[in-house]
Nanobody, 116 residues
Framework: QVQLEESGGGLVQAGDSLRLSCAASGRALSSPAMAWFRQAAGKERDFVAAINWSGSDTDYSESVKGRFTISRDNTKNTVYLQMNSLKPEDTAVYYC?????????WGQGTRVTVSS
């Protein structure tokens, strides 16, 4: 089994920055791709950013491109999401996602609230 533990969420003002972390533990994963999704109240869960195993390839939703940066440290089995220039519309629960060997894993989520 694999456990994902997110951290770093909180309440900030518009224009502030936050860095989310997601640490994977449990059984060893084979070259996992890692990603972040978010779900605002009353809305579906949406893709935010993804990164491949080596970190050489990243992808972002249009709404966060240029403001958010995804990165990873494979020595720590951790993926990060640096969020700059936060906007009230970024308010959501952010979920870590890992895919490996056709298996998918989700974290419990960390809440980010951006006040105007």
């Amino acid at each position: 089994q694999v456990q994902l533990e997110e951290s770093g969420g909180g309440l900030v003002q518009a224009g502030d920055s936050l860095r989310l972390s997601c640490a994977a533990s449990g059984r060893a994963l084979s070259s996992p791709a890692m990603a972040w999704f978010r779900q605002a109240a009353g809305k579906e869960r949406d893709f935010v950013a993804a990164i491949n195993w080596s970190g050489s390839d990243t992808d972002y939703s249009e709404s966060v491109k240029g403001r958010f940066t995804i990165s990873r440290d494979n020595t720590k089995n951790t993926v990060y999401l640096q969020m700059n220039s936060l906007k009230p519309e970024d308010t959501a629960v952010y979920y870590c996602y890992v895919k490996s060997d056709s298996m998918e894993y989700w974290g419990q989520g960390t809440r980010v609230t951006v006040s105007s």
